[in-house]
Nanobody, 123 residues
Framework: QAQLVESGGGLVQPGGSLTLACTTS????????MGWFRQAPGKEREFVGT????????WYMPTMGGRFKISRDKAKNTAYLQMSNLKPEDTAIYYC????????????????WGQGTQVTVSS
């Protein structure tokens, strides 16, 4: 089992940017994908995007509007979610998770999860 730890959340003003990190340990991720999800209060967990660990290919949910970018640093065992032009509706707990398949968009396809990090977009 892998341990995934998110960091970088916080309070940001509308229009601002924030970068989240997901540091992993305990499992070799060479053949896996890392996904990002978010969950706002009272709402379902929502898929944001995913990255293939081996070559860094990324895919995003079209509804994210092109404001998010996922990357990874293999040497640091860390995946990143760069968020820009943030809006109040982006307020949520953001989670990273590991899947065996690239472009896995449902939570059920992910087998290891981080504890989440809170992002609040407010003036």
């Amino acid at each position: 089992q892998a341990q995934l730890v998110e960091s970088g959340g916080g309070l940001v003003q509308p229009g601002g940017s924030l970068t989240l990190a997901c540091t992993t340990s305990g499992r070799a991720f060479r053949s896996y994908a890392m996904g990002w999800f978010r969950q706002a209060p009272g709402k379902e967990r929502e898929f944001v995007g995913t990255i293939k660990w081996s070559d860094g290919s990324a895919w995003y949910m079209p509804t994210m509007g092109g404001r998010f970018k996922i990357s990874r640093d293999k040497a640091k065992n860390t995946a990143y979610l760069q968020m820009s032009n943030l809006k109040p509706e982006d307020t949520a707990i953001y989670y990273c998770a590991a899947a065996a398949e690239y472009i896995a968009i449902t939570a059920q396809e992910y087998f290891d999860w981080g504890q989440g990090t809170q992002v609040t977009v407010s003036s």
